[in-house]
Structure formats: structure tokens, C-alpha cells
């Protein structure tokens, strides 16, 4: 339960500091102006990472008892963000940058004591002195392959929230306090921050941001890893270069083939992925959201390494790896075959001359699993056996209904926020007291292929209609949060089951099935928005009232 006050407060603080954060960085002209590398067209205030360090520190130092414990790690953050905030601010030098990044280096590698480690990477064991050097490399090259992979509106973000998440369960079953708080804050943070920073984005992490994030995931990826290695002398540090292979990947590919060129390997050019992906036409915030899909491949990838076969997650990451580093071909590849294009041509002919224009095709085939789906679960609500449950859930409701009016004409991302926890807490409740949490199948096969024929119809008129995938309403921070929330989960708990959040799974899922449902609803039927938006309150406080009588 702290765990959860701590993620509410943290993401609180983020949606409350960030604003004002804008505002006082634009007046002090710490900003971001457009130019032949920037992609933002105005000017953009940066060093938003303060934010989430602002964040920790208050955290850590609010419930966190044992601070003595905690000093290097506060040391470490300290220096990266010292490192960051200065070059947001003034500029810095390649030399003063990496002076500090190998102190926030050795700082991991003493404060987490794997100075005495033998290194293990895939099947290769190096000596103790190697060893730290390697390690060395690793967390600064890391480091900077997050700061250069910050390219894009919530990119880093997004990609950021997506690794945290595997490494909360794991630092959850490791019970390791530090750890557990330093990640609930950051994906708090992040999952606040991401309201302002997706696309289009009105602040950027900085390198104070990309920075701290960098050095947060490498302490963190650092900090699980020993509990893998096959004796105390050994650490693997193959689950973390396959956990983070999208950005390592991506920077030792742009730095080899600037040698390979006779370029200056630390001079900027538009080789990373992101530029290779944009420049295949692919609109800013579906790049974004490829790359974090693409991320989510290594997540499972990390969990077959530790929990299964060694030899097969290699080679799943070998050939991951091999279509990440020629992406450009592959996509030329797909764009430039006339079978492909004859197939969309062909969906988009469809799509525009029936379905897609016609709303009521749309309303009917969506309502009818819609509500059959809802009136089931509402059906099939049972008293609770958990009374501990009872108030903690009629406080969250009954402060989403006042929050929720008060603020509901504040902005669009406000009421699809409410609209997303209204349907959260209904599937909540509907699933805590069920014997059963089959994701798509509660024992009713009526309701499984319901959910199938309305997941089917979301997807169909999700990826034909155009104006939705053009839509500034679609593909937000929100809308990336909850995916890759939803998946991570989905993917960590298949490999590691936890009973207490057995219940979860299901939940995220029929959440976000109907969450794009009704955004696709609000693109064809905006003036329905307060209807939905009142409905959405009422479908929680019917399952209070049948959960508790």
C-alpha cells in the first residue's frame, strides 16, 4: 500500500511541478529553438528532468529510513544531475561530461559493491580487473546512449517507463526497499511528466533528464543482476544488455559506421533510429511508439534469459538485434513491395467506401459486444471477502467523481484520464473476488468471443480510419503509458506469477480494450463526450454498491 501512496504522489507532484517548471524555464530562456537537428518547429523549454529528481530526493528522504544505505546512490544521482543541469544551462565539454559520468560510474559500482565480481557476458567469464572496466564502459556507454536516444517527444520517457516496470516485479520479489522506492518515484514521475512531454511536447527531459534516467536504469538494471549470476563470484551482465539492447544497439551501430566513415565518432548526424524511421515517412509519434513496442520484444526476451534457456535467448536477441541494426531496409523493403501495397490499398479502399465512413456500422458492431461484455460483469459482481478493500476503494471513487467534475473542462488528457481510472476500478472490483482470472475467457464463452469481436473491430477502425491515427488525440502520453503498461505487465507476469496481483492482468486488459473504444467513439461522435464521460463514473459506483451489499 505505501508503494502505491508513493506512485500517486510522485506522479502528483509531476503533473503539479511540471507547469510551473515550464513557466519559470521559459522566463529564464532555458529552452530548446528550432534548427536543422531540432524536431520541434517552436521553441520548447528544456531540463525537465529536474522534475523527476526533485521527486526522489523528496521520496527518499520522506520514507526512506536507512539513508546511510542510500548515500552513494544519492551521491551518484547528484553528480549525473550536476553534470546535466549545467549543460542544459551553460553547455559543457565532452571532457567535463565524461569526468562526471565516470564518477557516477564508480560511484554504482562501489555503493552496489560488484568491484569483487568476475564479469559474465553471454557465455564469455572475464577476469576480476576486465571486469571493472568493462563494467565501467557499460554503465557510462549506457548513460550516454539514453542521452542520445532522447530525439524525440517522450521517446526517452516511454522507453524509460517500459524498463522500470520489469524491474519493479523483480526488485519487488528480491525485496530490496531502496530499490522498490527509487522505481515506484521514477515511474510516477515519468508516468506525470509524459502528460507534457508527448508528442506534441511542451517541455524537454534535457540532458538533466536523459542523464538522471540513464544513470536511474543502470543502477537499477545493476541492482537485480547479482540474483541471477550462477555463484557469488560471478556477475551476468547478459539479462541487462539484452533488458536495454534498443539504445546500446542503436549507439554502437551510429558510433561504428561514423568510424567506419572517418567522421569524428562524437559528431551529431541522422543515423540513429529514430531519423532512419522518420525518414521513411513515418509520422513523429508512431516512430515513438514502434520503438517502444520494439523495446518490449527485449523485455521478454530478458525474462526467457533468466527463467528458461540461456542459449535460446541469445539467439532470439542475436536475430532481434540483426532486424533492429537494418531497419532502414527492411522498412524500404516493405514500402517498395507491390504485394504490400496492393493489400493496403486494398484495406483502405474498403475501409473508406463502407465502414469507415459510415458511423453507424461503427456504433452498432461496437455496442452490442460493448455492453453485452459490461452487463455481464456487472451481473457477476460478488460481495467481498476482503473487507480491508472496501474503503480504500469507495475513497478512490467517490475523490475520482468530485476531482473529475471539478476538472473536467480543464484539457482532453484530463477526462481520458478519468475515463481510463472509471473503467480500471470497475474491472478492479469485478475480478477481486473471482476464483478465476483468465484474461479473456471467465468462464463464459459468450464473453470470450465478445471481447475477441470487439477487440477485432477497435483494431480494424483504429488502423483504417485516418484521421485518427493523424488525430493530436491519439497516441498521447497517456495513451503510451497505459500500453506499455499494460504489456510489460502482461509479458513479466507470464514468467513470474505474484497471486496477490493475479487479478491485475486481467483488469489492465479489458481496461485498455475499452478505453480505445471510446476514443475511437469520441472521433466519430465528439459531441457524445459528456454522455460517456458521466457514464464512465456511473459504471464504478454500480460495482461499489454490489460489491459491498
Known amino acids: 500500500m505505501t508503494l502505491w501512496i508513493i506512485f500517486f504522489l510522485s506522479m502528483s507532484f509531476s503533473l503539479v511541478a511540471t507547469p510551473l517548471l515550464i513557466t519559470k524555464l521559459r522566463s529564464e530562456g532555458i529552452v530548446d529553438n528550432p534548427g536543422k537537428r531540432r524536431i520541434n518547429e517552436k521553441t520548447i523549454p528544456r ?66 559493491n560488484l568491484q569483487h565480481y568476475n564479469l559474465k557476458i553471454f557465455f564469455i567469464t572475464f577476469p576480476n580487473i576486465i571486469s571493472q572496466l568493462v563494467l565501467f564502459i557499460f554503465i557510462i556507454g549506457f548513460i550516454n546512449s539514453i542521452n542520445l536516444m532522447d530525439g524525440l517527444d517522450g521517446l526517452v520517457a516511454g522507453y524509460s517507463i517500459s524498463k522500470f516496470i520489469p524491474l519493479l516485479f523483480l526488485s519487488f520479489l528480491q525485496k530490496n526497499i531502496l530499490l522498490n522506492l527509487i522505481i515506484i518515484t521514477s515511474l510516477g514521475s515519468l508516468f506525470g511528466f509524459l502528460k507534457y512531454n508527448a508528442n506534441p511536447a511542451k517541455i524537454f527531459l534535457g540532458d538533466t533528464g536523459s542523464l538522471i534516467l540513464g544513470y536511474l536504469l543502470s543502477y537499477s538494471v545493476l541492482s537485480v543482476s547479482p540474483h541471477f549470476s550462477v555463484d557469488n563470484s560471478t556477475l551476468d551482465l547478459t539479462f541487462a544488455i539484452i533488458l536495454l539492447s534498443v539504445p546500446l544497439i542503436d549507439t554502437l551501430k ?135 478493500l472496501i474503503l480504500p476503494i469507495i475513497i478512490i471513487s467517490s475523490g475520482s467523481v468530485i476531482v ?24 478492479l472490483i469485478s475480478f477481486i473476488n473471482r476464483n478465476s482470472y483468465n484474461i479473456l475467457k471467465p468462464n463464459d464463452e459468450i464473453v470470450f468471443y465478445s471481447s475477441i469481436s470487439l477487440i477485432l473491430i477497435i483494431l ?80 464504478p459506483f454500480v460495482a461499489v454498491i454490489l460489491f459491498i451489499v
Open 460 to 539: 480494424f477502425f483504429f488502423l483504417t480510419r485516418k484521421t485518427i491515427l493523424k488525430s493530436s488525440n491519439f497516441f498521447t502520453g497517456l495513451d503510451l503509458s497505459v500500453i506499455i503498461l499494460t504489456i510489460s505487465i502482461f509479458i513479466i507476469n507470464n514468467f513470474i506469477k505474484i497471486s496477490d496481483i493475479n487479478f491485475v492482468i486481467p483488469c489492465l486488459v479489458y481496461t485498455i480494450i475499452f478505453y480505445f473504444w471510446y476514443k475511437i467513439l469520441m472521433d466519430y461522435f465528439p459531441k457524445l463526450y459528456n454522455f460517456f464521460y458521466y457514464f464512465s463514473f456511473v459504471l
Open 254 to 388: 551510429v558510433l561504428t559506421l561514423r568510424i567506419v566513415k572517418k567522421r569524428n565518432p562524437f559528431h551529431p548526424d541522422q543515423e540513429h533510429l529514430h531519423h532512419i524511421l522518420l525518414g521513411q515517412n513515418i509520422e513523429h509519434k508512431k516512430v515513438v511508439f514502434y520503438i517502444h513496442l520494439y523495446s518490449l520484444f527485449y523485455i521478454l526476451d530478458s525474462f526467457i534469459y533468466i527463467k528458461y534457456s540461456q542459449f535460446a535467448a541469445i539467439i532470439i536477441w542475436i536475430f532481434a538485434s540483426i532486424v533492429l541494426l537494418n531497419s532502414r531496409k527492411i522498412i524500404q523493403y516493405i514500402n517498395n513491395n507491390k504485394y504490400t501495397s496492393k493489400i493496403s490499398r486494398l484495406i483502405n479502399n474498403i475501409s473508406l467506401r463502407f465502414f469507415v465512413k459510415n458511423k453507424l456500422i461503427f456504433l452498432i458492431l461496437s455496442f452490442i459486444p460493448s455492453l453485452f461484455i459490461l452487463s455481464y460483469f456487472i451481473l457477476h459482481i460478488r460481495t467481498t471477502t476482503h473487507s480491508f
Open 404 to 427: 473529475g467534475y471539478i476538472s473536467k473542462k480543464t484539457s482532453y488528457f484530463i477526462g481520458a484520464f478519468f475515463i481510463y481510472l472509471n473503467f480500471a476500478l470497475f474491472f
Open 47 to 112: 531540463m525537465g528532468g529536474i522534475v523527476i529528481l526533485i521527486s526522489l530526493l523528496i521520496i527518499l528522504f520522506s520514507f526512506y529510513t536507512d539513508l546511510v544505505l542510500a548515500r552513494g546512490f544519492i551521491y551518484g544521482l547528484m553528480v549525473i544531475a550536476i553534470c546535466g543541469i549545467i549543460d542544459d544551462i551553460l553547455g559543457l565539454s565532452w571532457s567535463y561530461k565524461f569526468l562526471l559520468q565516470a564518477i557516477s560510474a564508480v560511484v554504482i559500482i562501489f555503493s552496489l
